[in-house]
């Protein structure tokens, strides 16, 4: 959620739910994902189901006619247990474990990410004539949250990867990548997708015709801080594919999470404690009942900055660090990054994190210090 949201503080307002809680509104959701269908129409658009895996929203999705992208066994069977088909299902995830793969394909999944020879072989071992794609290796510049390193391999590599599936009895599909989370520079895609169609080529004088680019996911959700429109980056893509691709354009994927839901999310918090570290400090500590183990993992090296509203918004304000309430001095939401919230917020008060339904619900810890995970109510 960007501003007020009416349904939200209706249901809020009237639920009187026990604090934190997460409120999705599933409209914003479906709006989301319509935007995304508009502006990018030839692309197929698979869910990044671990961005936000209420069955609300994966039922939701499916009526829409969403695909969805899985990373683990249980969020295939999250997926299947809400009746999608297992040919809308991508395992997207490049490190599994073999019978995690066996089992995804006994269901009937059909479509596996890959990044290096070992995963390959425990793909041609139980996922025999499947459809597989590589994901290669980008910078991840400009994104709030990058997923550099860890994911990928060269694209020369790649190459030799994607002709070693071929003889291992695989479908080589295509290539994949992701320009990294709440990615805000544009031309990012573009160099992406350069080296997307230089593999295309590559492969095609030894006859492999690979049919897919799969751009992952990086669109933005509303923090702090402007983003660029959806259509700006769906421009971006596409110019990028024209540019480097001309007529013959492959079949397109993207896999949307942060971008679907997290502006549909709004997390309620009630402060627990305002203190000073000493008398003439002027910043004011505030701590809220939600940090960074219950909900606010993102927070990590305060790389999202949510946006967060007050009872007490209007008036004059201070410096403030944020925090929250466990027992672990870890748990400071935001302490270089310049946050004033009003001096008349009280202990007690509510306070409205917005744009929080994605990254947030499940990427809290089990129950550490005894605080529950977030939870979640779809509306
Ligand atoms: C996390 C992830 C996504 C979703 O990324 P967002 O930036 O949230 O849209 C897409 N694809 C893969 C493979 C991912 O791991």
Redesign the pocket.
């Known amino acids: 959620m960007r501003e007020t949201n009416k349904k939200i503080a209706k249901f809020l307002a009237e639920a009187q739910p026990e604090t934190p809680c997460l409120v999705i509104d599933l409209d914003v959701v479906g709006q989301a994902y319509k935007l995304l269908r508009r502006y990018l129409p030839l692309a197929r658009v698979f869910y ?1 189901v ?2 936000n895996p209420a069955p609300e929203i994966l039922g939701m999705l499916k009526d829409l006619g969403s695909s969805f ?1 899985v ?1 683990s066994r249980a969020e295939t069977d999250l997926c299947l247990e809400r009746g999608i088909g297992a040919e809308n299902i991508s395992f ?2 490049t490190i599994k474990k073999e019978r995690d793969i066996a089992y995804a394909y006994e269901k009937g999944v059909r479509l596996f ?1 890959f990044d290096s020879e070992p995963e390959l072989e425990k793909l041609s071992r139980t996922a025999p004539g499947a459809r597989v794609f590589c ?1 290669i290796l980008v910078e991840c510049t400009g994104a709030d ?1 990058p ?1 550099s390193r860890k ?1 990928g391999c060269a694209p020369e590599m790649a190459v030799e990867l994607l002709r070693r599936a071929r003889d291992l009895g695989l479908d080589p599909y295509g290539v ?1 990548f ?1 320009v ?4 805000t520079d544009l031309s990012q895609w573009d160099g992406a997708i350069e080296r997307t169609a230089r593999m295309f080529s590559l492969l095609a004088e030894t006859d492999i015709n690979l049919r897919m680019v799969n751009i ?4 933005p959700a509303h923090y702090r801080g402007d983003v660029p429109a959806v259509v700006n980056y769906a421009n971006a893509v596409m110019a990028a594919l024209t540019k480097h691709f001309g007529n013959n354009l492959p079949e397109l994927i993207v ?6 839901v997290g502006d549909a999310g709004v997390i309620q918090s009630e402060v627990v404690l305002i203190s000073r570290k000493s008398a003439k400090d002027p910043k004011r500590w505030i701590y809220l009942d939600v940090g960074k183990f219950n909900g606010l993992a993102e927070t990590m090296d305060e790389a999202i900055k949510y946006k967060i509203k007050t009872p007490a918004d209007g008036g004059p304000r201070g410096p403030t660090v944020i925090a929250g309430p466990t027992c672990d001095s870890a748990d400071i939401l935001y302490e270089r990054t310049v946050y004033r919230l009003p001096l008349d917020l009280k202990v007690g008060d509510k306070v409205e994190i917005l744009s929080t339904g ?2 947030t619900s499940t990427y809290a810890s089990v129950g550490f210090n005894g605080f529950a995970p977030l939870k979640t109510y779809c509306i």
């Open positions: 990044a671990k961005a992208d990373a997207g995830n990410a994901r949250w997923l994911f994949s992701h990294g989370s709440q990615q992952g996911g990086g669109f896999e949307p999470g942060r971008s679907v994605a990254y």
